[in-house]
């Protein structure tokens, strides 16, 4: 079985982290897969929303913390520059929303990467924990960029020093994620998001997401110019030209991602 499970199904991608028995701690070979998969959902066009979640209970543990002992272990430089940022990239420039569907424990690395996804929305009983400092290390996975633009400073600091379990609950009110559902509800509820956001004009949503991820370094005069030319960009769409004609003759809009 495959450590990651991947299926188009009504324009969504759904990927699965698939090694349930270690709550989904990443090996390398695990992060290279991923990284492929994402590149694909990229480049296919009836791939208008991508779905992220985890096998069994857990989300993800992080880091395969076998796979950093032993002789053959990759150094840290290189399970960084080739894993997790590789992935981090990938998931904030794919031009499509990423929804984090957080079924369980998301631990180091994986908490992280849940945080960089577009939409994180989380089971009751998940929870996330910045488990680097339980071990020596410092967050990675971009968890010192999105922490504290999620939840201030000062919550991101109590998070990243202690490594305390943060339940969903804390984290919703913190803004660490965008729902929280009751676990019976989860699966239900987040896949019908992700048919939601699947069925929207997909191109004015890779622009937004373009445009947020400039905010965090733009001065508002920056961002008002960067707004200014990907609007233009948005109203050459043929979905614009379909939600403008849908509104003014009152009908339900049918967008294309086009
Ligand atoms: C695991 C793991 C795991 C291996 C559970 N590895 N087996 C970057 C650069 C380089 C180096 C290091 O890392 C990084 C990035 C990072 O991600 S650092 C942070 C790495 N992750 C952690 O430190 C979390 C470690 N795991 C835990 O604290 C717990 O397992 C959590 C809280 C996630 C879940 O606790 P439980 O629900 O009590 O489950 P469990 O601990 O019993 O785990 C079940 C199995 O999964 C168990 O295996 P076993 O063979 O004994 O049944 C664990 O050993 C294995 N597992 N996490 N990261």
Redesign the pocket.
Known sequence: MSSILFEIQDQIAFITLNRPE??N?FTREMALLLQSRLDECASLHEVRAVYITGAGK?FS??????E?VGPDAPG?AK??SEHYNPLVTRIRNLPKPVIAAVNG?A????ANLALCCDIVVAAKSASF?Q??S??G?IP?TGGTWFLPRLVGRQKAAGIAFLGDRVTAEQAERMGMVYGVYPDDEFVGASRALAAVLAGMPTRALALTKHALNYSAGNSLEAQLLLEDELQQRAAETKDYAEGVDAFLNKRAPRFKGE
């Open positions: 270690k709550m701690a857990a543990a992080g880091q395969d913390l076998a950093v840290m399970i960084l424990v631990a180091g690395a994986g924990i488990a680097f339980k071990i290390l990675d």
